[in-house]
């Protein structure tokens, strides 16, 4: 438990915040996953957590503004930020003309938003757990198994869908409760 959760790892890079007590409020440091650790640019966050959203912003090195490394970094980023519980998205904007950059946000999961002041927003929103679906899948499969049991096919499977979709549906309910 002692272990400590940075630097991030990532195939080529080393991502190393200021401040490890305030993760939010410093800039970070971006370094090359080898023997040297040469730092090859910085990530910073811009004005805190506002509504649930983060805006993030990268400097990089022009020799790694590829979109193989802008893909690497910005979705290691996601993962980090996506743990703390009152953050829902993280957003960044590039220029339009910037095809590694635009590149890069999309293959890491990031969405074109809008285009304001001649920069193109993005951004990626915390995806929420669903349960129901998964319930309703296993409460078939286990009311055909019922209904074989009880030669009733039909009545197995009604009981097992119910089932499904109520243990589902509880613990939706549950985990969104337990984010508010």
């Known amino acids: 438990m002692g272990e400590s959760l940075f630097p991030l790892v990532t195939k080529h890079f080393l991502i190393s915040p200021g401040n490890e007590k305030n993760v939010l409020e410093d800039e970070w440091s971006v370094s090359l996953n080898n023997g040297d650790q040469t730092k090859v640019g910085s990530i910073h966050f811009e004005d805190g957590v506002l509504h649930g959203e983060v805006r993030m912003a990268a400097d990089l090195n022009p020799e790694y503004e590829k979109s193989k490394y802008i893909q690497e970094l910005f ?8 743990q703390f519980k009152e953050i829902r998205e993280i957003s960044t904007h590039c220029r339009h003309e910037n095809d590694h950059r635009v590149r890069g946000l999309e293959k890491a999961g990031y969405v074109y938003r809008e285009n304001k002041d001649g920069s193109d927003y993005y951004s990626m929103k915390k995806q929420k757990t669903s349960w129901t679906g998964l319930y309703v899948m296993i409460g078939l499969i286990a009311g055909f198994v019922i209904g074989l049991t009880i030669s009733n096919l039909f009545m197995g499977t009604i009981i097992g869908v119910l089932s499904g979709a109520i243990i589902g549906y509880l613990l939706d309910k549950r985990e969104a409760d337990n984010e508010k």
């Open 75 to 82: 979705y290691s980023m996601a993962r980090f930020v996506f």
